[in-house]
């Protein structure tokens, strides 16, 4: 097996290696910066994430502010150009007003957007659900702040992609060249609305309004899950050139041939795969050992450790620099 990263090229001509999906979180100090829920807080997922992460350690007098110091040391320290880091907006009710007491994770787009302005990596994705009322105005306010991705996490947020009520929102973001990232795939890290929104098969109307669409995860989901939503995203890759993939979780333990399986496919598919992490969940380097080696010097890092396995699949020479493209990120001539 050739072990060679594909993106590895020379000096002169390297591409700039962009992760097109890690998250911040908020413990909730300061609730407009984002919170966890108390049910999320006390999740056994939250504390291991907090001792494995060894997030007290950082600098910071809180959690929030730790949990950010982590984040850019790690950006800063990591080989890679850019990373875009994820808001998360609320659950909103039917008439499209917020539904705190129903939210178990969020992070507000000015908490990314601030970020955006402490490192220069940093590229910020808002997120907004299209069910609140302002939608269109907030599409509008973050694309003029910089963030040329939003995302919606149709599991978490309760939103159906299908629905004829976001027309005008999936149009206006093909109009503005904001990308749209929608979660697919089984959600088991927080308190979901429906996993059946997650489908890819759901992506059907906003891909008709011709702006790129990714689906994060490529609709993968865990061994254990009763559905499998893979399928039907490769289904719609052969359908449609404006949707794209991410690799985000996908080395986790539980999504284990996962990777193999999405570099089978034929380079229709394999062509339009973005690199994603899904910062701060690590990868698991055991099942990867014969691909990286020991004691690769990217373990170091979480992740350059998660581009170092991503990258011995070799989807395509395009997988980790593609997205600045479709960004329209000014790093990229065009
Ligand atoms: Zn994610």
Redesign the pocket.
């Known amino acids: 097996m050739d072990n060679t990263p594909l993106d590895d090229t020379t000096a002169a001509s390297k591409p700039p290696l962009v992760d097109a999906?890690?998250?911040v979180f908020c413990w909730g100090e300061r609730p407009r910066d984002g919170f966890l829920s108390q049910r999320t807080r006390r999740s056994w997922l939250t504390k291991l994430m907090l001792w494995m992460t060894g997030v007290h350690k950082e600098q910071g007098a809180t959690i929030s502010e730790k949990m950010r110091s982590r984040l850019l040391r790690h950006v800063d320290q990591s080989t890679l150009d850019y990373v875009v880091v994820?808001a998360q907006d609320a659950v909103y009710r039917d008439d499209g007003s917020r539904d705190d007491p129903a939210t178990h994770f969020y992070v507000s787009n000015d908490y990314v957007l601030d970020l955006a302005k402490r490192s220069s990596k940093v590229l910020p994705g808002c997120s907004i659900n299209p069910i609140r009322r302002d939608a269109l105005a907030e599409l509008e306010r973050v694309c003029e702040a910089g963030s040329r991705l939003v995302k919606i996490h149709t599991a978490i947020q309760g939103v159906d992609p299908a629905l004829a009520r976001f027309d005008a929102f999936y149009r206006r973001a093909a109009e503005l060249g904001v990308v749209l990232m929608f979660?697919t795939g089984y959600e088991h890290?927080c308190t979901v609305q429906s996993q059946d929104f997650a489908d890819p098969a759901r992506l059907e109307r906003p891909l008709g309004h011709g702006g790129t669409i990714i689906a994060?995860?490529c609709g993968t989901c865990a061994l254990y899950d009763r559905g499998d939503q893979y399928p039907s995203f490769v289904e719609m890759m052969h359908r449609h050139d404006n949707l794209y993939g991410d690799t985000?979780?996908m080395a986790g333990l539980i999504r284990l041939r996962s990777l193999r399986r999405l570099s089978r496919e034929g380079s229709d598919v394999t062509g339009r795969i973005l690199h994603?992490s899904?910062y701060p969940?690590p990868p698991a380097r055991l099942p990867f050992v014969f691909r990286t080696g020991l004691f690769p010097p990217q373990r170091r890092n979480t992740f350059d450790m998660d581009l170092r396995i991503k990258q011995s699949f070799q989807f395509s020479p395009g997988y980790a620099c593609k997205l600045l493209e479709l960004l329209g990120h000014p790093a990229v001539s065009r």
Do not use: M
């Open positions: 999906h890690a998250h994820l979660h890290s994060a995860h985000a979780i994603g899904d969940f």
